[in-house]
């Protein structure tokens, strides 16, 4: 039966036993005295979720110093560590620190199962003690008994055996018990029932401390448990250190609060920027200087701090030589045997075994990188490369430009913040100038209540909560992606009840342009003009601007709106109507896009060609070159036509053999040999058909290669409308 160790046997193992016949207590040594910690000086707190820790103190050459990094966190510590000032005339050495070990090689260094996901029993612990020399107290004797461990295991409890013999009660197991066999120091051997044992204690102070460490790294908290970084040297004077470790990422949330309107509009508002930041550390921050960077820098974990070994290859003589001598336990009569049936023969065996393996390379993993030809649809609409109408996305100012990939805001006042707490600090506070309005995503969907929000600050506002207050109150919230300096965002805050857009009419007509041939795909550019009345009400008390998104291209012009802007979020042009108060109206706009279409060369059609030749608007020396094409275009339609048919034929042969061999096989006979004259008729349909399939699989070959042929054919004809390098 496997005992679960209990709290107290743990302390038992630690504990001394001041008992004549233990050994003396070891005489105590002086206290080691605590090293300084480097008092935390800066922080800066990244969104890939690690902090740079800067410490600096004033040390004298005889203090020790050190640098206080959870267990958990030891590797980053390490791998990053940078000494930025050491002291006038002083020297770092280098810094120390408790080594870390993972949990399977803190047990294996026990004696205890190196799984690190199975429990340790009592039965384990006693297992580990195997060979040491303990002291052990048990309840039927308050002497203590001192010996080593020769063996710990389970045999069958004799007295609870007869209880059950008496029982009558055969069906149950005999019951065991753990029993620990014992060399005391007088030589004896003696058996001690584990279920009686109140006190262990091994002799050897090395076991202890073995134990003592594997806890360390096995307890449910032990990635927590603060590790010191001492400091070796002598450094006198102003001693600067920086590393990162694991944080909690920072997050932002803004308050925008409108104040009185400064033009038509425009209003004026203020931008209230919070971050939210956690100490998940057991270190309190004492005004610490906070940073918070609005970037993402590469950051990886890699193991450093747990010693590592590889594997060195086993060399042995050739002879398999026996780490035993062969007579250790025999003799060569034993070995000769008894002979009795008059043979004498010797039987032996030896075997030798080795294995080695190595793991390296890279800290990551990358996955192949695999490039996938794009798939082109027929008739797909794009914006034209070759018409130029207008760009509607020249509407958005500028985009702001930062310095380098990171922007970081820098906290004026130092920070104190206990240990595992967390705080709301402001990072930005600047007026901005921002324009209420009805944003409605396209006509007949109900109207968002928005404002045109820019980004005048100056900074990189990162992504966020933002919550909207006027009128003496809360007008909603949503959220802000990443924004640059001068980039807008028109930001929906909720519904809108009083405004409505219904499309009342609308009218499309395309007008074909140009031709042009690139990459193996023949490009229709034309003017699209579609013309729209939209019925427009404003059923509020007061004007309203109505912000309308447009599902068009930027490369377009828009005529018959008050004005234009464009959506930089969705990348869509977007039309303003001011209404007046309790106005329902008639609002007509045009918009004109350059598109192409494009058409894949392989797959064109005469129908596609002909339909290319009646539009009498795209200039004749285009057209020109596509009617010349299309006897090719032709003859590579009725050369898929031929594939397909080849296809189907070879198709039809393979499954008419592969039905011959069947009945074949149901007959008993092959086409190697048959089983007589029912047979023979069949084998010679079956050489037929495999004939049959031959012929067939040439005329496929031979008609895909003909189609190949007449594709290069098309587009040889059509690279004349391959635009030159500077049109």
């Given at each position: 039966?496997?005992?679960l160790l209990r709290p107290l046997v743990a302390v038992i193992l630690l504990s ?113 003690m195997k060979g040491a020399r303990v002291t052990i107290v048990t309840r039927e ?587």
């Amino acid at each position: 039966m496997r005992l679960l160790l209990r709290p107290l046997v743990a302390v038992i193992l630690l504990s001394t036993l001041p008992t004549g016949c233990a050994p003396p207590p070891p005489e105590p040594r002086a206290a080691t005295p605590a090293p300084d910690i480097l008092p935390l000086r800066s922080l800066r707190l990244y969104e890939t979720g690690v902090g740079y820790f800067e410490r600096s103190g004033g040390l004298g050459g005889h203090v020790a110093a050190s640098l206080p990094v959870p267990a958990g966190q030891l590797d980053d510590a390490l791998a990053s560590l940078v000494v930025l000032s050491a002291g006038a005339g002083g020297q770092v050495a280098g810094l120390s620190f408790a080594s870390s070990v993972t949990k399977a090689t803190a047990r294996s260094s026990a004696g205890l199962p190196p799984d690190p996901t199975s429990p340790i029993a009592f039965q384990d612990l006693l297992q580990s003690m195997k060979g040491a020399r303990v002291t052990i107290v048990t309840r039927e004797s308050a002497v203590p008994v001192v010996g080593r461990v020769v063996e710990v295991a389970s045999e069958v409890d004799e007295a609870r055996a007869r209880a059950l013999a008496e029982l009558k009660d055969a069906q149950r197991e005999s019951p065991k018990r753990l029993v620990v066999t014992l060399l005391t120091v007088r030589g004896e051997l003696t058996l001690v029932p584990a279920e009686s044992i109140v006190r262990i204690r091994p002799v050897d102070p090395a076991f202890a401390a073995r134990l003592d460490a594997a806890l360390d790294a096995l307890g449910t908290r032990s990635s927590e448990n603060a590790r010191a970084l001492r400091l070796l040297g002598d450094a006198r004077g102003q001693v600067s250190f920086g590393y990162i470790a694991e944080t909690p990422i920072w997050r932002a949330s803004y308050r925008l609060l409108e104040g009185e309107s400064t033009e038509p509009g425009g209003t004026t508002a203020v931008l209230q920027g919070w971050a939210l930041i956690h100490n998940d550390t057991d270190e309190s921050w004492h005004d610490v200087h906070l940073e918070l960077v609005n970037g993402e820098p590469d950051s990886f974990i890699f193991p450093m701090a747990a010693p590592r070994y590889t594997r060195r290859e086993l060399v042995h003589p050739e002879d398999a030589l026996s780490t035993l001598p062969q007579l250790h336990d025999t003799t060569a009569d034993a070995l000769w045997g008894d002979n009795l049936d008059g043979t004498g023969t010797v039987g032996y065996g030896q075997g030798f075994g080795s294995g080695h393996g190595r793991l390296g390379g890279s800290h990551t993993s990358r996955s192949p990188t695999v490039r996938m030809g794009a798939t082109r649809v027929d008739g797909r609409t794009a914006s034209s490369s070759l018409l130029s109408v207008g760009n509607l996305a020249d509407l958005a100012p500028a985009s702001g430009t930062e310095q380098g990939a990171l922007f970081v805001y820098s906290v004026p006042n130092g920070l104190s913040l206990d240990a595992h707490a967390s705080g709301l600090v402001p990072f930005v506070q600047r007026s901005v100038t921002i324009e209420r309005l009805a944003f409605f995503s396209g006509p007949d969907v109900g109207g968002r209540a928005a404002v045109r929000f820019v980004n005048g600050t100056g900074q990189t506002l990162p992504a966020g909560t933002l919550s909207l207050y006027g009128d003496g109150g809360f007008l909603g919230e949503t959220t802000l992606d990443r924004l640059k300096p001068g980039e807008r965002r028109f930001l929906q805050v909720g519904n809108d009840l009083d405004v409505e857009v219904t499309q009342k009419k609308t009218s499309r007509h395309e007008v074909a342009k140009r031709l042009t041939f690139a990459d193996g795909v023949l490009y229709e550019h034309f003017l699209r003009t579609t013309d729209a009345t939209w019925e427009v009400e404003n059923r509020g008390g007061s004007t309203r601007t109505f912000y309308v998104a447009l599902s068009a291209d930027r490369n377009a012009t828009v005529t018959g709106a008050d004005r234009l802007d464009f959506d930089e979020a969705t990348s869509r042009p977007v039309v303003v109507f001011d209404v007046k108060a309790k106005q329902k109206t008639s609002r007509t706009f045009s918009v004109v896009e350059g598109l192409s279409r494009n058409h894949d060369a392989d797959s064109l059609t005469e129908k596609a060609v002909r339909a290319l030749l009646d539009k009498t608007t795209i200039p004749g020396a285009e057209l020109g070159v596509l009617l010349r094409a299309l006897p090719r275009v032709q003859a590579l339609e009725a050369g898929r036509v031929a594939v397909s048919a080849a296809e189907h034929a070879a198709t039809v042969a393979q499954e008419d053999l592969e039905r011959l061999r069947e009945d074949l096989k149901a007959l008993g006979g092959s086409t190697a040999g048959g089983t007589g004259v029912v047979a023979a008729p069949l084998v010679k349909r079956v050489v037929e058909a495999e004939d049959r399939v031959d012929a067939a699989r040439k005329n496929k070959e031979t008609a895909e290669k003909s189609l190949e042929d007449r594709r290069e054919q098309v587009r040889a004809s059509l690279e004349k409308l391959t635009l030159p390098a500077q049109e």
